[in-house]
């Protein structure tokens, strides 16, 4: 009998009760104990809801109270210095979102621990910090504890794990050079000590999260896995190694020979291990594979799905297991909250609560073909299969024959850089350093009180438009009495970077309770690619000529690029990505323009997730560099050589990627450095990138106004590295998620900072 079960689910709550939760907590609105009551409600909702769609083995431990790796570097005892570690003394959520926020004590404190992107995915993740002198002692006893609830209400389950070679993976080395495998084994014995616990509550089955074997792994690395898990089979429980995000490829047979109970497959992003898995597997293992599509919000074809289990099913009896590919972390929760879809767009849709459905089905089609329920399920997918292949709403004709006229001339500026930026610099007027920020200003609770009265029709688009104009206006003057050189207007009218426009391009649809978790408290509700894209009128131009028209330095036009605009929506999957970021391209080319001829000097087009989208595998780089670096220029290019092109890139190693990056040719990049203390720049470094950059010299995730002080350094250690006439000072990202009081006194900091660069002549002839 085939056993379904699940790799994770979503924490968040259907309500984003989580978030809710966490914020209170940190305003001190809610004590801790509340929160944990909000916890244990959600684990025990989530636990039955899976359950109750048929899901046999539970997952405990993909609970987290803001990250799931900052719960493994607590449960290690991997906790920075600055953040009050004493010999001895055990952790507290105190401590872990303190890890996780920083430490705000005036203009001092500790600085947060570095997030970069989870894989390939918009989830971000807290970089464990190591040291050669790292101890690791077992600190957190969440896993435990969840067990024991689980357990209590009558559940089977499967704790979740992150394993030690992908957690070391994840980790930086801080205080020195030094080789992080070497820590693995002060690390392991932690791992034996908690798989016999978990053997003594009950246990029968551990999932071991193994994700870097879908990676281009060093020799070293692959050697350890063996020995690794030679060691971790002595405790006395089955393993699980669960790989996902992408295929074994080179992996394949160490993954399948690894001394380990069982081991998952992710077949929705590399279909391609299916049947060659098969003949690799040891007779005596389990062979979970992942059909179920974890990260997107289509429902599954069934009958393609069902195909390939009946294969493997002959060949393993029970030692088959049918899950999703990965964590449902990265679904929205249930697409049954959804009440104002229309009928056929919703019966396409499956979230995390459906995609158990879906696992379950399948496992019991394999034992039970005939099952009155399996009937209607297989019936009900062919269904929705024929209903997406002939809707009209999915395939437009004229928007295909403008993707097809595209010619290389349409993705090249008229002039090189070095032509272009001495007509910018002599239109724009700027000084040495400028000061700017990247987009967004807080979304206070008037904001988003006037967004959603209007969006209820409760209040009048007159009103709505004159309450904005007030909000851009505040926001203008404001940064004109800070001093700033770039402004922007501020984004109130802005719910989402990608939500807002993607909401006015044709082919797009939305839900309104398909949230996902970001990072932290940080969700976010992507929006669905149904069909061909296209814009059909402008969608910024009003709101960048009013605040230019406000200000006579230059307003900033902010969009969002074509690579953000796929890698942070639910994309098709009927066409190719490529596909997809030539029609995005083609329509922010549109509003660039328009935003031109509206008299916009400078326009920002945000590229964050460019990173994001690179294959896991190198071998699958270039070409996705390639469309992502055309589809960037397509919508960039078409301007005169006197507007500048800004882009912005957050939380991303660029060091691999460089060369792609300065083949975007944006005239100005803004990146995140302050997390890393400005190691970012070495890459910049290393290749001499050509153009202008702005590294963000304070983090805006955190809470922590940093003094001017730590800015000047920061500026002066990127001088270093860029020339001092080719940088901006701006934050790391955007500000809507921080609060005026705070914003203020950060930008102070930072003009103040800019000026003292300026002073002390850094920049031969520039402006004081």
Known sequence: MALAHNLGFPRIGRDRELKKAQEAFWKGELDEAGLRAVGRELRATHWQVQKDAGIELLPVGDFAWYDQVLTHSLTFGVIPARFGAQDGAKPTLHTLFAMARGVSDNCCGAHAQEMTKWFDTNYHYLVPEFTADQAFTLSWEQLFEEVDEAK????????????????????????????????????????????NRLAGQGVEWVQIDEPILALDLPQDWKNAYERVYNILQRAPLKKLVATYFGGLEDNLGLAANLPVDGLHIDLVRAPEQFPTILDRLPAYKVLSLGVVNGRNVWRCDLEKALGVLRHAAERLGERLWVAPSCS????????????????????????????????????????????????????????????????????????QARVAAIEPADSQRQSVFAQRIVKQRAVLDLPAFPTTTIGSFPQTASIRLARRAYKQGQLAEADYIEAMQNEIRQAVQIQEQLGLDVLVHGEAERNDMVEYFAEQLDGYAFTRFGWVQSYGSRCVKPAVIVGDLSRPKAMTVGWSTYAQGLTDKP????????????????????????????????????????????????????????????????????????WATEAFRLCASGVRDETQIHTHMCYSEFNDV???????????ITIE????????????????????????????????????????????????????????????????TRGWPETEAALVNMVAAARELRGDGLVVGSKG
């Open 328 to 399: 449902l972390l990265h679904s929205p929760v249930d697409v049954a909250r959804e009440d104002q879809l229309d009928a056929e767009l919703q019966s396409w849709l499956a979230f995390a609560v459906q995609k158990c459905q879906e696992v379950a089905v399948l496992a019991k089609a394999i034992d039970a073909p005939q099952a009155p329920e399996v009937l209607v399920a297989l019936e009900q997918s062919r269904a929705v299969q024929a209903s997406r292949a002939a809707s009209p709403r999915i395939h437009k004709p004229v928007v």
């Open 658 to 668: 460089i060369e792609s990056i300065a083949a975007m040719d944006a005239d100005v």
């Open 673 to 736: 450095t302050s997390r890393s203390d400005m190691e970012l720049l070495a890459a910049f470094e290393r290749f001499n990138y050509p153009n202008e950059i702005g590294p963000g010299v304070y983090d805006i995730h955190s809470p922590r106004v940093p003094g001017k002080e730590a800015m000047v350094e920061l500026l002066r250690k990127a001088a270093l590295r860029i020339p001092a006439e080719r940088l901006w000072v701006n934050p790391d990202c955007g500000l809507k």
């Open 152 to 195: 209590a209400l009558g559940h089977a389950v499967k704790p979740v794990v992150i394993g030690p070679l992908t957690y070391l993976w994840l980790g930086k080395a801080k205080g020195g050079d030094f080789d992080k495998l070497e820590l693995v084994d002060r690390l392991l014995p932690l791992y034996d000590t908690i798989f």
């Open 555 to 626: 307003m900033k036009g902010m969009l969002t690029g074509p690579a953000t605009m796929l890698m942070w929506s639910f994309p098709r999957e009927d066409v190719s990505r490529e596909t997809q970021a030539r029609q995005l391209a083609l329509a922010i080319r549109d509003e660039v323009l328009d935003l031109e001829a509206a008299g916009i000097r400078i326009v920002q087009i945000d590229e964050a997730a460019f990173r994001e989208g690179l294959p896991l595998r190198r071998n699958a780089w270039p070409h996705y560099l390639d």
